[in-house]
């Protein structure tokens, strides 16, 4: 069992940057694929970057790529997503995720979600 507890949301304008922090429960952590997942207002869920076990691997969403970064600290049960030139279209409630497997992109894969932060970006 894993439990995520996402912090670091909030209101920005666009250009400015904000990092997003998920603390997990757990002595398993590493053996986790670790995401974040995002959901605007009418729209689904979607991917916006993962990183692997040991943190070897990442991919991103074309529409956050050169713009964000995911890391994590196995040693602290902690991941993080650090966003940059912030856009209005990156308004949504951010999800943390977790998935027994080394590295996934499809949403049916994470056993595990936090409860979600509120990012807003102001034009």
């Known amino acids: 069992q894993v439990q995520l507890v996402e912090s670091g949301g909030g209101l920005v304008q666009a250009g400015g940057s904000l990092r997003l922090s998920c603390a997990a429960s757990?002595?398993?952590?590493?053996?986790?694929?670790m995401a974040w997942f995002r959901q605007a207002p009418g729209k689904e869920r979607e991917f916006v970057a993962v990183?692997?076990?040991?943190?070897?691997?990442?991919r991103y969403a074309d529409s956050v790529k050169g713009r964000f970064v995911i890391s994590r600290d196995n040693a602290k049960n902690t991941v993080s997503l650090q966003m940059n030139n912030l856009k209005p279209e990156d308004t949504a409630v951010y999800y943390c995720a977790a998935a027994r497997s080394y590295y996934t992109l499809r949403l049916s894969d994470y056993d595990y979600w936090g409860q979600g932060t509120q990012v807003t970006v102001s034009s």
């Open positions: 990183i692997s076990w040991g943190g070897s691997s990442t």
């Open positions: 757990g002595r398993t952590f590493s053996s986790y694929a």
